[in-house]
């Protein structure tokens, strides 16, 4: 995703690539080149410590890595505010995802049972994804609010979790498998219908729109934003 990102910010016109930094590398106002915005890809023990750094270094910063709870994210939100630095971080970054994650929330109170069914390469080291929970939160937030009573379910007997992870009464189904990118399906459904909503990602030039959007107005955007809808005046 770093390589994808460097070169998608290379081919844009009002953008300048001024440092690419590695695993190895130490990231200090020196490192980074006087960038005003940093891109961090990598993965979800390095993040917290890495997007710091970045908001330390001057620079503001968008997250792409997974991983993030609650405490990281209210942990990072106290620094951004002692740097003056702004911090984006993203679940997802194609614009597909993002619209599926927004409309499943606005979805979610309307319909009896959900379920979410993701998808991925089996090289990703997380599970579930964090475009699915963060899907799930959501809408499962929506259907508390809405006060939608927990969706019928008789299971008692789930020895091997075969009805998957919960958050609140959202079941998230994780499979990983040769062939895959990253793909999610949210199904929604009440007696004698079904709603379903689908994005797939088949390249990682899928997200680099979302990346430029997000590298374009995170300098504008609050110390703490989580999910690249709240950049995109979606009006939901």
């Known amino acids: ?24 590398d130490e990231i200090t106002s020196q490192t980074l ?11 979800p023990s390095a993040s917290f410590a890495n997007t710091a750094a970045i908001l330390r270094s001057g620079a503001h910063a968008v997250v792409g890595t997974s991983g993030w ?4 994210q209210a942990k990072i939100q106290e620094v951004a505010r002692e740097t003056g630095r702004n911090v984006l971080i993203a679940p997802n970054f194609a614009l597909s995802a993002v619209l599926v994650m927004a409309f499943s929330r606005l979805a979610a109170p309307f319909f009896t049972s959900a379920e ?32 939608i009573p927990p969706a019928p379910d008789a299971t008692t007997t789930d020895p091997e979790g075969a009805r998957g992870m919960k958050v609140g009464d959202v079941g998230i ?14 199904l929604l459904s009440n007696p004698g219908e079904q709603l379903r909503l689908r994005t797939d990602c088949f390249d990682r030039s899928s997200f680099m ?18 999910g690249l809808d709240k950049l995109m005046d979606l009006g939901i």
């Open 1 to 24: 995703m770093g390589q994808s990102a460097c070169q998608a910010i290379t081919d844009s016109t009002d953008l300048q690539l001024v440092a690419r930094l590695g695993s190895k």
């Open 33 to 43: 080149a006087g960038a005003e915005v940093a891109v961090e890809f990598t993965i």
């Open 69 to 72: 709870d609650e405490d990281a």
């Open 116 to 147: 979410i069914v993701e998808t991925h390469h089996p090289k990703k080291l997380d599970a579930p994804s964090g475009t699915a929970l963060a899907t799930a939160q959501q809408m499962a937030a929506a259907r508390k609010q809405a006060d």
């Open 173 to 186: 189904h994780s499979l990983r498998m040769l062939g895959a990118n990253a793909h999610q399906e949210v």
């Open 209 to 226: 729109p979302g990346v430029l959007l997000a590298v374009r107005k995170v300098a504008d955007a609050a110390p703490l934003t989580v």
